[in-house]
């Protein structure tokens, strides 16, 4: 899971501004709890890891793992439209965004090397 450092960082610097901006009432620490633990989606790598299968660079595209496939947009689409669960979906689309970058940009296989 090399990316989470970045993840987590990207959570707490959109956190900041979302406070300065009044956004979000300063001392409510609850969204920024929510967008990291959007984070425990990154245990797919680890399934992928555990379960013998081959790790190549195509499989780390946002289809290569369960929870980071294209059908999230639905979760998360729902998610963000309830109260409770809203900074969750938040956290979880900026996730899978800041994965597309990565692997848009070529970044992915810097960070997960070919064997």
Known sequence: MPLTPYHLALNYIIYLILVRFKI????????????????????????RMFSGSSMIKQEYGLDGLLLHGWWVVLPISILSMIKKWRW????????????GFMVLFGLNSFLFPIN
């Open 88 to 99: 969750f979906g938040f956290g979880w689309a900026l996730h899978i965004i800041l994965d």
């Open 24 to 47: 979000i009432k300063k001392g409510d620490y609850t969204p920024l709890w929510m967008m990291f633990a959007s984070n425990l989606i990154d245990l797919d790598h680890l399934l």
